[in-house]
């Protein structure tokens, strides 16, 4: 009986190490990713192919592509796709680094690291600017339908695509705007999470309120602060059955959809942009059957 991936749909955990990796040129990766499969039978890893390689491998996985680049006035969405993604969580910074470690070592034949970013918890889920993120996020029954593919058959029912970007803070511009300017930019009270109804056009719970779409585009948010010697933001994952409600929130953001944009572009920005598919577990192991393997 396929499954999605367990840390997809558990608690976010204190801590958590994002991977990225691209294929080495003139290997044969197919020895590499049946050993994968073993790699991601435990509770701590989510892991994610991208669209090439898959392509590459002669799988087929309807609706995986890679992630498309956008802009609009005054905001950039870049776009940096790899080839396999991997999300380690756990309480236990060191058991991280290890297990990053052990698996960055067992594709090494294959594969090569092209971004590795530290991820945290803080305090009970906020943003690094001290506002709630994911405040509707779908629980239950509703997390499994907004993020798990059924009815596509063997290998793919039980998977998730997920989107991927990290956001770079500017912390000391939003830190030096007044407090009213500041709820105006998320759309809800700094105090007590309580969203405004007579909020700017360009608030960010409005661009992207997940039932305002038709249809409703909801996601799974899974996003985690980030903080090293070049920056902090949010480092943003969302999980879904389809790219179909990121690409619709995206484009409204952007002002795609009627020119308005999102306030949130005001002090932050993406640095990178991902599309990954989550491969369901059978019998614990990742089916990686869609790939061909």
Not at 24 to 49: E, K, Y
Not at 104 to 114: D, E, K, L, Q, Y
Not at 188 to 203: K, M, T
Request: glycine share 10%.
């Amino acid at each position: 009986m396929s499954a999605p991936q367990s840390a997809i749909l558990s608690p976010l955990p204190s801590h958590a190490r994002f991977l990225e990796f691209v294929t080495l040129a003139d290997r044969d990766t197919r020895a590499v990713l049946r050993d994968i499969a073993t790699l991601g039978s435990g509770q701590n890893m989510v892991i994610g192919f991208g669209s090439g390689l898959v392509q590459a491998l002669g799988g087929s996985v309807t609706g995986l592509k890679a992630f498309p680049s956008m802009s609009g006035p005054g905001c950039e969405v870049p776009s940096t796709q790899a080839d396999i993604w991997c999300w380690i969580t756990g309480e236990d910074r060191g058991d991280i680094l290890h297990e990053a470690r052990r698996f960055s070592a067992a594709i090494s034949a294959g594969f090569r690291c092209v971004r590795s970013l530290d991820a945290f918890r803080y305090q009970s889920g906020l943003d690094l600017t001290g506002y709630e993120d994911g405040t509707e996020n779908p629980e239950g029954e509703d997390a499994v339908a907004a993020a798990v593919m059924t009815g596509a058959g063997p290998g793919l029912d039980g998977s998730s695509f997920v989107a991927v970007q990290q956001w770079l803070h500017d912390m000391e511009h939003f830190e030096s705007l007044a407090r009213e300017d500041a709820d105006n930019i998320i759309g809800r009270r700094l105090e007590d999470n309580v969203e405004f109804e007579d909020s700017p056009p360009s608030a960010h719970v409005k661009r992207t309120a997940q039932e305002s779409f038709e249809p409703e585009a909801f996601l799974l948010r899974r996003s985690m602060p980030w903080s090293d010697s070049e920056g902090a933001g949010l480092y943003f994952s969302a999980f879904g059955k389809s790219f179909a409600a990121f690409e619709a929130q995206l484009a409204r953001m952007t002002g795609r959809e009627d020119g308005i944009v999102d306030g949130l572009f005001r002090f932050t920005r993406p640095l990178t942009g991902g599309y990954y598919w989550c491969p369901p577990q059978t019998d614990g192991n990742l089916d990686l059957s869609a790939l061909g393997l």
